[in-house]
């Protein structure tokens, strides 16, 4: 098929479906994004998914993308730079961008808090965004410090644990 190709349903069916009936223990089935420009260059764009819909003024919108773009073509050393980028009240923002050195969140510095649970804590760290404070285990609280450390019981709340095996000191914990 060249040019473009609209798949369409008026119910909320499966619109396209890909099926492997392959039964070897390789991936299937697959679905490739090939940019197929000769030769690849660095900044060429590779491939968007939106995730768009109408809002309630009937306006399409790309309310989530994901964007692969080339951050080296060098043949032998090739690097992707990823973004996965949301609205935020009306205004697109990156959330997560992954790149050769790093993974980095919320690089736009919007007021996106960031919070990993444990089996036990809803908030086992969370970074509070609007006041630039980290929290662990805190359930949420933020304890007013740039880093604060919470903890429910009488257990050990800080370990400092040194496993150098010379005769110099350590861990220091310097203040």
């Not at 808090?113 to 805190?138: C, W």
């Amino acid at each position: 098929v060249g040019g473009t190709t609209v798949i369409q349903t008026s119910d909320n069916t499966d619109t396209l479906t890909l099926v492997s009936t392959d039964t070897d223990s390789a991936i299937g089935p697959n679905l490739n994004l090939y940019r197929n420009a000769g030769n690849g260059a660095d900044a060429d764009n590779l491939a968007t998914v939106a995730f768009a819909g109408n809002d309630d003024a009937g306006n399409a919108t790309d309310y989530f993308r994901i964007t692969a773009q080339i951050d080296d073509a060098s043949n032998g050393s090739e690097d992707v730079y990823v973004d996965f980028r949301t609205l935020v009240a009306g205004s697109e923002k990156k959330r997560i961008s992954l790149l050769q050195a790093e993974t980095v969140f919320n690089e736009e510095s919007a007021d996106l808090d960031f919070r990993v649970e444990s089996n036990g804590q809803t908030h086992m760290i969370h970074v509070d965004a609007g006041s630039d404070h980290v929290n662990i285990a805190g359930g949420g609280t933020d304890g007013g410090g740039v880093l604060n450390v919470f903890s429910a019981d009488n257990t050990t709340t800080l370990s400092l644990i040194g496993t150098d095996t010379d005769a110099g000191a350590g861990p220091i914990l310097s203040l």
